[in-house]
């Protein structure tokens, strides 16, 4: 309890050496007319010496507690039951949102044990499953089964604890534990905080295994975990509107930015042409959720977050890119003095190049927009997929130069052979596989129809 005092200063108008100057003088002057009087004037002066210092004191003792205002402030730590019942009732808040928190926090780990159980399910249901999970369209029971008697607590909770002025706290202790109860969950999920150099210590086998988790992981948090934790916090600030939406970013951005990390690092890495596959399908995932993270991240402490994910997402297009720039040039480079193939049979290259480009034709429109130069959105230039004319797009270019690197290379091999027979066989039996998966797939539809007819009749003549 702090009590105010303010008292007037009351000063005598001499300083202290003319104080002494003036009992000097008048001592004198009673010495001179009777020693009696010498005697009363001394002891006078020395009462007055003492009441100065008395004085003096208490002023300095004053100016120490003064504030800027001449109030004195005196800080009195009471014991009183008014005290005893402000703290009792903080304790009973706090431990009233704490066993709310926990309720919540068993609920989603039997939210978790339930996805947990259709990831199961779904893997033994679909013989092609290849460990990709995609969580079932209608996902709004399981992003309201928070118990809702709970939630209501906790908002009761909140109003009481920031009318008696502890908002911040409150909302302190709410972030602090929905992030971490966000991050076991991940964590159970399969997904794991991995540095750039931790994925780069990795093969490809335990990499394509940590791929597969970060899809799921993606999936289940943009679509159950971040809505569910948007609504509940939409629920319990309710009312408080500067807390909604800075509640979301601070409970929801360490596992935003750890997913994104994981896709970065996956980005920057090597571009072996055997990692294609699982690139796409990150790219595809991130297009496919960037729709949850426009609704999700909307607000204006959340904007940031879309940018990064965009900007992922654009790495990943670039990774892809450079993917097949590397395969161009690995069939460049592949030695032209090999053994022959007996017979002039399939080259081992021809069949790689050619089932790896039908493979890949087989996403089609992803790779049109990943080769596209201008497009900045990812859902831009995929709504336009459909009308465009794909024999003149930039992929086509590409297809056309890794197969254009394929022939020059078998046009090397083919020297190898001594009977110019076996050199002609080389030749017309590679060409006829290239030609035939160009016509067997979405292959065809990218390299267009002149190119066909013009391989076409050039495999008849080498015939």
Request: with cysteine; net charge negative.
């Amino acid at each position: 309890m702090s009590l105010s005092l303010s008292r007037r200063k009351t000063q005598c108008g001499f300083e202290i050496d003319l104080l002494y100057f003036f009992l000097g003088c008048l001592l004198a002057q009673l010495m001179k007319i009777k020693l009696l009087l010498f005697t009363v004037g001394a002891c006078f002066s020395y009462l007055l010496i003492i009441l100065r210092s008395c004085f003096s004191s208490m002023d300095a003792i004053a100016n120490s507690l003064q504030d800027e205002n001449g109030v004195v402030v005196i800080e009195v730590h009471s014991n009183s039951p008014q005290h005893a019942s402000t703290n009792s009732n903080t304790n009973t808040m706090v431990e009233e949102f704490s066993n709310h928190m926990k309720l919540l926090q068993k609920e989603n780990s039997n939210h978790v044990d339930m996805l947990l159980k259709q990831l199961k399910e779904y893997r033994i249901s679909d013989p092609n499953f290849e460990g990709l999970f995609r969580p079932k369209e209608n996902l709004n029971p399981m992003i309201d089964a928070l118990p809702p008697e709970t939630i209501d607590n906790l908002h009761k909770t909140a109003k009481l604890m920031v009318n008696a002025g502890f908002e911040k706290e409150f909302s302190d202790l709410y972030f602090s534990c929905r992030r971490e109860c966000l991050v076991e969950n991940l964590s159970r999920l399969g997904f794991k905080k991995l540095s750039i150099e931790d994925v780069q210590m990795l093969s490809w086998k335990e990499i394509e295994d940590e791929i597969v988790k970060w899809i799921n992981v993606c999936n289940v948090a943009l679509k159950i975990l971040f809505p569910r934790e948007r609504r509940l916090g939409d629920r319990v600030f309710f009312g408080f509107s500067s807390s909604v939406d800075l509640s979301f970013i601070n409970v929801c951005k360490e596992s935003t930015l750890q997913l994104l990390n994981f896709a970065d690092a996956i980005a920057i890495g090597s571009r072996s042409p055997e990692r294609l596959f699982r690139v796409l399908d990150m790219y595809e995932t991130m297009r496919d959720l960037f729709p949850m993270f426009e609704f999700l991240f909307r607000d204006q402490y959340n904007g940031s977050l879309q940018k990064e994910a965009t900007t992922t997402w654009k790495r990943l297009g670039e990774a892809i890119r450079g993917i097949f720039t590397e395969l161009a040039n690995l069939i460049s480079q592949d030695p032209a003095k090999a053994a022959a193939v007996p017979g002039g049979g399939l080259h081992p290259i021809t069949r790689f190049v050619m089932n790896y480009l039908h493979f890949a034709s087989q996403s089609r429109h992803t790779l049109e927009q990943v080769f596209e130069e201008d497009y900045e959105h990812p859902l831009k230039e995929y709504h336009k997929m459909e009308d465009r004319v794909h024999s003149t797009s930039s992929l086509s270019v590409q297809i056309r130069l890794i197969i254009d690197r394929l022939e020059s290379n078998l046009e090397a091999k083919s020297k190898i052979y001594e009977d110019p027979a076996l050199y002609y066989v080389f030749l017309m039996n590679n060409s006829w596989y290239i030609v035939e998966k160009a016509q067997d797939s979405e292959l065809g539809a990218i390299l267009g129809d002149d190119w066909i007819k013009k391989h076409t009749a050039k495999t008849h003549n080498k015939s």
